[in-house]
Nanobody
């Protein structure tokens, strides 16, 4: 059974940092793309970052970042711990959202498609 468990969310002031963790199980780590997504109240879910493992595409970079977080967020992984991290620096109030990690076979056309499994989400709140 595939499982993804996020942790590390919380309340932080603008300009601060948080590190989210996504611990995965039930699949071979490199066989799936693992992405971070977020959903703010009243808004659609959006992609934040992704690492491709063995599912990379020549159409987009690996790792990949949304423009809104590029230069502030860093995705990394620790295979020994089956964990993907999202280091978030210089946080802004507009980063406030529930953050989800997801895994799947990925898509060669978009970094945000091809995810079959989702975690339960972790709340990130950035105060101004």
């Amino acid at each position: 059974e595939v499982q993804l468990v996020e942790s590390g969310g919380g309340l932080v002031q603008a300009g601060g940092s948080l590190r989210l963790s996504c611990t995965v199980s039930g699949f071979t780590f490199d066989d799936y793309a693992i992405g971070w997504f977020r959903q703010a109240p009243g808004k659609e879910r959006e992609g934040v970052s992704r690492i491709s493992g063995n599912t990379g595409s020549p159409l987009f970079a690996d790792p990949f970042y949304a423009d809104s977080v590029k230069g502030r967020f860093t995705i990394s992984s620790d295979k020994a711990k089956s964990t993907v991290y999202l280091q978030m620096n210089s946080l802004k109030p507009e980063d406030t959202a529930v953050y989800y990690c997801a895994a799947g076979g990925g898509s060669g056309y978009s970094p945000w498609l091809g995810y079959d499994y989702w975690g339960q989400g972790t709340q990130v709140t950035v105060s101004s």
